[in-house]
C-alpha cells in the first residue's frame, strides 16, 4: 500500500469513535480488532508455517479465563492479568508445538482439534474452578489510572493498539530470518534443514507466537464482554479465524486483518437487513464465490492486480 | 587455505543401510580429504544418494560411524549437521517454489544470522542491521553462481537449469565447508555443465571441499582429485581419476555395463 494510503487508513482508524460515535458500530469496531488479531494469530501458523491450527480457539479461551480468573480471584489488576494471560496462552502453545514436532498436515489439524477439545471440557467440568457451564459473570472492566476503560470508545484504542502490537509483531517477524524460517518450513522442509534451519524449533516458536497472541485476544474479549463461559473454545470460533485469514490472503501481513473487518461487518449487516436463514445462504454464497474467484485472498488478488496495473 | 593435516576430514566407516531386505549399503568406507573434489561414482541403484542421507542426516545408518573433523555426526538432525558445515543438494531439483531466487538464497543464509525472537521484536536496529547485511551476502552468492538478473524471479518460473543453480546458491548460503553434490550436471546441457563445472572449481578454492555424485565421466574424470566407486552398496574401487580408469572392475561392473551416459 502507499504511503499516502496508509496514512489515511491510520488517521480513520484513530479517528472513528469521533465520526462512527454509535455504540453499535463502535461494538463491530472492537470485534472486529479482536478478531483482527486472533486472524494474525493463526495467520502466523497457518499462513507462513503452513500448519493449520483448528484447536485455535482454545488459545483464546485460555487467555480469557486466564485474565478473568486472576482478576476475579486474585483480584490483580487487569495490567498484570493481560501479560500473565498472554504467557500461560504462550506456554499451551509450547505444549501443542512439542506434542506436533513430529506432526504435520492433518495429524496436526487432529492434534490442535484434540487439545482444544479437552481444554474446553475442563472449562465445563472443573466447577471449583471456572463456575462450570454457568461461567464467570463480572469480569471488571480495565481502568488506567483514575480513569475506566469501560466505555466503548475507551475500549476501541486499547483493542486499537493490541491490533497494531499484533502487526508489528507479525511484520517485523516475517522479514526476519524467523519468518524466513517460517516459510521455509511451509515450502520445502527438507531443503530448509539441509541449510541449518532446525524446523522444528521454529515451529514450536511459531506455536508460542501464535498462541500468545491469541491469549491477547482472549484477555480483550473477556474484559470487554465482561463474562466469560465456556463458549469461548467453541469450535465456529476458530472456523471464523481461518475463514478470515484464507479469505483475505493466508500468508500476507494485511489479508487478516481484511478479512477479520469483512467477516465481521459483513454477517453484522446481513443481519440487518435479512433474515436469520438467509444470512448463512448469502454468507455460504460470498465465500464459494471468494474460494473459486479469488483463490489466493483478497489481499494477493488486489496486489496482483496493482502489478498488473502498472506499466 | 593452510589447514592442519587430518582435520576436516569427512571419514566413513563400515556404513551400512538396509531398506527392508534391500542392502543400500553394505559397509562402506572412505575419506573426504579437505580441499579437494572427491567423486562419488557407480551405477544407478549402486547406493550414492543413500550415502549422501546418511552423511547429512537424513536417514540412520544401520551400522557405521560417519565423522567430520575427529567427532561423530551420527545422530545429529540434517540442520545440526549443516550447522557443522556440512551441507547437500538434492538429486531431484529442490527449491523453495513460491519464493523468488533472492528469497530462496536468504532462506540459505540462516545460519549466517543470529536473530532471535527480543531481536526481531524488541532490537529494531540490529534487526534492520543483520537484514542488509545478509541482503548483501545473499546479491554476491546470486552474482557468483550468475544469477544475479533473476532475483526478483519465482524459483518455480526459472528453467530446469537455473533452478538447479538456485539450489547451489541456496546451499552456498550456508557457507559450507563440505559440500556434498548429488547429480548437479544431471539433465543439463553441455553448455550449462560447463558453468557447473566451472562453479564446483571455483567453490573448491573457497576453501570448500566438495563432495560430488555425478554420471558424466567426462566431467567426474576432469575435476575429481579422488574418486570412489560403488557398486551395489560396496566400494569396489578408490584412487586417482587415473588409477579408476584403468581399474579392471571399475570397466567391468561401471563402464562397461550402464556405460557413459554424457
Ligand atoms: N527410501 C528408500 N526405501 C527403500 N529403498 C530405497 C530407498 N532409497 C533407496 N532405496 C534403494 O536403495 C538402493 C540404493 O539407492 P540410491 O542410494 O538411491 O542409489 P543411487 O543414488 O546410487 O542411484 C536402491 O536399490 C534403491 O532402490
Ligand atoms: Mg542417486
Request: hydrophobic share 55%; with cysteine; aromatic share 8%.
Amino acid at each position: 500500500m502507499s504511503g499516502a494510503g496508509r496514512a489515511v487508513l491510520a488517521g480513520l482508524a484513530l479517528t472513528l469513535p469521533f465520526w462512527l460515535p454509535n455504540p453499535y458500530f463502535l461494538h463491530v469496531a472492537i470485534m472486529a480488532g479482536i478478531f483482527g488479531v486472533l486472524a494474525l494469530s493463526l495467520n502466523l501458523l497457518l499462513g507462513y508455517t503452513g500448519q493449520l491450527s483448528l484447536g485455535h480457539a482454545a488459545f483464546f479461551g485460555i487467555g480469557a479465563y486466564a485474565s478473568a480468573l486472576l482478576t476475579l480471584r486474585l483480584e490483580w489488576s487487569f495490567w498484570l492479568a493481560l501479560p500473565a494471560a498472554v504467557a500461560l496462552a504462550a506456554l499451551a502453545g509450547w505444549l501443542i508445538g512439542r506434542l506436533a514436532l513430529k506432526l504435520r498436515g492433518a495429524y496436526f489439524v487432529l492434534v490442535t482439534i484434540s487439545f482444544a477439545g479437552v481444554v474446553a471440557l475442563v472449562s465445563v467440568n472443573w466447577m471449583e474452578l471456572t463456575n462450570g457451564p454457568l461461567g464467570l459473570p463480572g469480569v471488571p472492566a480495565p481502568t488506567l489510572g483514575p480513569w475506566s476503560l469501560r466505555g466503548k470508545p475507551a475500549y476501541y484504542y486499547l483493542v486499537l493498539a493490541a491490533v497494531l502490537l499484533a502487526s508489528l509483531v507479525c511484520r517485523r517477524l516475517v522479514h526476519s530470518r524467523i519468518g524466513r524460517a517460517f516459510v521455509a518450513l511451509r515450502e520445502n522442509e527438507p531443503l530448509a534443514e539441509s541449510v541449518g534451519v532446525d524446523v522444528t524449533h521454529y515451529l514450536v516458536l511459531a506455536a508460542v507466537v501464535s498462541a500468545a497472541m491469541a491469549g491477547l485476544a482472549g484477555s480483550l474479549y473477556a474484559h470487554y464482554t465482561r463474562f466469560v463461559s465456556p463458549e469461548v473454545f467453541l469450535f465456529s470460533y476458530t472456523v471464523t479465524m481461518v475463514i478470515m485469514v484464507v479469505a483475505g490472503g493466508k500468508g500476507t501481513l494485511a489479508g487478516p486483518l481484511v478479512g477479520a473487518l469483512i467477516f465481521t461487518v459483513l454477517p453484522e449487516a446481513l443481519r440487518a437487513v435479512v433474515s436469520w436463514q438467509w444470512q448463512m445462504l448469502a454468507y455460504g454464497v460470498l465465500l464459494i464465490l471468494l474460494v473459486v474467484f479469488l483463490p489466493r485472498g483478497i489481499v494477493p488478488a488486489i496486489a496482483a492486480w496493482r502489478v498488473r496495473q502498472a506499466p | 587455505m593452510a589447514r592442519a593435516a587430518g582435520t576436516l576430514t569427512l571419514a566413513v566407516r563400515d556404513l551400512a543401510v538396509r531398506f527392508g531386505g534391500v542392502a543400500a549399503l553394505a559397509g562402506v568406507s572412505f575419506d573426504v580429504h579437505p580441499g579437494t573434489i572427491t567423486s562419488v561414482i557407480g551405477p544407478n541403484g549402486a547406493g550414492k544418494t543413500t550415502a549422501f542421507n546418511a552423511i547429512t542426516g537424513y536417514l540412520a545408518p544401520t551400522r557405521g560411524r560417519i565423522e567430520y573433523d575427529g567427532s561423530p555426526l551420527t545422530g545429529l538432525r540434517p540442520s545440526a549437521i549443516a550447522a557443522r558445515g556440512i551441507v547437500r543438494t538434492f538429486q531431484r531439483t529442490s527449491v523453495f517454489p513460491a519464493l523468488t531466487v533472492a528469497d530462496n538464497v536468504m532462506i540459505g543464509l540462516h545460519l549466517r544470522g543470529v536473530a532471535g525472537l527480543v531481536d526481531v521484536t524488541l532490537r529494531r536496529r540490529r534487526l534492520a542491521a543483520e537484514e542488509s547485511r545478509l541482503a548483501r551476502e545473499a546479491d554476491g552468492i546470486l552474482d557468483f553462481v550468475g544469477l544475479g538478473r533473476r532475483r526478483g524471479e519465482r524459483a518455480s518460473e526459472l528453467p530446469y537449469g537455473e533452478q538447479r543453480l538456485v539450489e547451489l546458491a541456496v546451499a552456498l548460503g550456508a557457507r559450507p565447508r563440505l559440500l556434498l553434490l548429488d547429480e548437479p550436471g544431471a539433465g543439463m546441457t553441455t553448455a550449462e555443465k560447463t558453468t557447473v563445472t566451472d562453479l564446483i572449481y571455483r567453490i573448491r578454492d573457497q576453501a570448500t571441499t566438495v563432495l560430488l555424485v555425478e554420471h558424466d565421466m567426462r566431467m567426474v574424470m576432469s575435476i575429481s582429485d579422488a574418486v570412489i566407486v560403488l557398486n551395489h552398496g560396496r566400494v569396489i574401487a578408490a584412487g586417482t581419476p587415473a588409477a579408476i580408469q584403468a581399474h579392471p572392475d571399475v570397466i567391468r561392473a561401471y563402464l562397461g555395463s550402464a556405460g557413459d551416459r554424457a
